[in-house]
């Protein structure tokens, strides 16, 4: 089945614990991108890879890294999470460059800084 | 950058229909979609619209853009409780390389 699988889908941690949430795609898509959700916020975007080592930041990346090491795996992480990251988080890819087919995303991370 | 708004939230009985509006500020948006978001789920792509569209149909939904007002709605008949979720529109501008989302409108279905 094609699809994107995000892990953990809760997690809960303590301030300045790093932490790293994978992100897989099946797919052989080229373009991942990583958003937050946040009640009336919408979905902010985090980062995003169009292709292997190429990343660049989207609207909201400060206190991120990400790696694109490998066309599946875009992982994202927190070196010193904080309590204004928590928040459910997606991963979401396309076949190229934001689809004019739209996102393929995932079921989503759970987090919560305490 | 893109700013884009919907109204947090819809109330609608069941076999009414269901009009979600959202509206933008970017005119240069290329490629405009709606997503629909269950509980506990991700975001699922519902259907999209080219810019040089003005109406596309797609079994019970109905998109209609209207470039000029800068303003996006999506229209479901005969509305069912599965419809109840969070809807989001969402735009890709030219050249850029992402798409911005609206804020999600919550869709309530009573029986």
């Known amino acids: 089945e094609a699809q994107v699988t995000q892990n953990p889908r809760y997690l809960i941690t303590v301030t300045g614990k790093k932490l790293t949430v994978t992100c897989s795609q099946n797919m052989n898509h080229e373009y991942m991108s990583w958003y937050r959700q946040d009640p009336g916020l919408g979905l902010r975007q985090i980062y995003y890879s169009m292709n292997v080592e190429v990343t660049d930041k989207g609207d909201v990346p400060e206190g991120y890294k990400v790696s694109r090491k490998e066309k599946r795996n875009f992982p994202l992480i927190l070196e010193s999470p904080s309590p204004n990251q928590t928040s459910l988080y997606f991963c979401a890819s396309s076949p190229t460059v934001p689809a004019n087919y739209g996102y393929t995303f995932g079921s989503g991370t759970r987090l919560t800084v305490v | 950058g893109e700013d884009v708004e919907q109204s947090l939230f819809l109330s609608v009985r069941e076999g009414d229909s269901s009009v979600i509006n959202c509206t933008y500020t970017d005119s240069s948006s290329t490629y405009l979609y709606w997503y629909k978001q269950e509980p506990g789920a991700g975001l699922q792509l519902l259907t999209y619209?080219?810019?040089?569209?003005d109406m596309k149909q797609d079994q019970r939904l109905t998109v209609l853009l209207n470039k000029k007002d800068k303003h996006l709605s999506l229209r479901i008949a005969d509305t069912q409780t599965g419809d109840s979720a969070i809807y989001f529109c969402?735009?890709?501008?030219?050249?850029?390389?992402?798409?911005?989302f609206g804020t999600g409108t919550k869709l309530q279905v009573i029986p």
């Open positions: 619209i080219f810019s040089n569209m």
């Open positions: 969402a735009f890709r501008s030219g050249g850029y390389q992402k798409v911005t």
